[in-house]
């Protein structure tokens, strides 16, 4: 498989499940990231990781919790949701940090919190 | 914040139409991307436009990235279907940090 996969593709949950969202990279990519993309809104970066260390995190409420244990894998674990964090998750993969890479992004997590 | 505006919000056009769909900003980029997004999947890079001014095209696609960098234009040439889908603009600034607009949904009814 190549590209930029992710699993579930689709994800219902209560606001008490935990529950958690996989991404896999198949490109040799050293940077990961997690976008939320809501509708009507722009998509929100979320987190950050270059070399498996998280460089970045905007902000993003406790209830989300990422981990990423090999430059090839990139995890969202999730925890008492709310409603408005019904969404879709987007991961995707450069080839580093850098503003001039291009990220590929995998098709995205629809996450539905009731 | 770095806020890009994009218009119009929706589009529905006939096979064959032209259009163009903008991406506006009070702020100046380094760089401003394209990405064009269909239904149940992630964004797919387009281009990426660096210096004021610069025009790339691809196939029937125009883009223009505004003399002063804070503004974008993509124009399509003869729509067709499979130009149906989420048009976004990110722009970069503040060194690897890029913001996306609310992207331009477009319909090419055949």
């Known amino acids: 498989e190549t590209g930029v996969t992710q699993t579930p593709r689709h994800l219902v949950m209560g606001m008490t499940n935990k529950k958690s969202l996989k991404c896999e990279q198949h490109?040799?990519?050293?940077?990961m990231y997690w976008y939320k993309q809501s509708a009507k809104k722009p998509l929100e970066l979320m987190f950050v990781y270059s070399l498996e260390e998280r460089v970045e995190n905007n902000s993003v409420p406790s209830r989300f919790s990422p981990e990423c244990p090999n430059s090839s894998h990139l995890f969202l674990h999730l925890h008492t949701l709310q409603p408005e964090d019904s969404a879709l998750y987007l991961c995707?993969?450069?080839?580093?940090?850098?503003?001039?890479?291009?990220?590929?992004f995998g098709p995205g997590t629809r996450l539905t919190v009731l | 914040t770095q806020l890009l505006e994009q218009s119009p919000q929706f589009l529905s056009i006939q096979e064959g139409e032209n259009l163009t769909v903008y991406c506006n900003s009070s702020?100046?980029?380094?760089?401003l991307q394209w990405y064009r997004q269909e239904p149940g999947e992630g964004p797919v890079l387009l281009v990426t436009?660096?210096?004021?001014?610069e025009v790339k095209k691809l196939k029937r696609l125009t883009f223009q990235f505004g003399d002063a960098r804070k503004d974008s234009s993509l124009h399509i040439t003869a729509a067709q279907p499979g130009d149906t889908g989420l048009y976004l603009c990110?722009?970069?600034?503040?060194?690897?940090?890029?913001?996306f607009g609310s992207g331009t949904k477009l319909n090419v009814k055949p």
């Open positions: 436009v660096v210096t004021g001014g």
């Open positions: 990110a722009g970069e600034a503040n060194f690897n940090k890029f913001y």
């Open positions: 702020s100046v980029f380094s760089s």
């Open positions: 490109l040799g990519h050293n940077a």
């Open positions: 995707a993969s450069s080839q580093d940090r850098l503003g001039t890479d291009t990220q590929y």
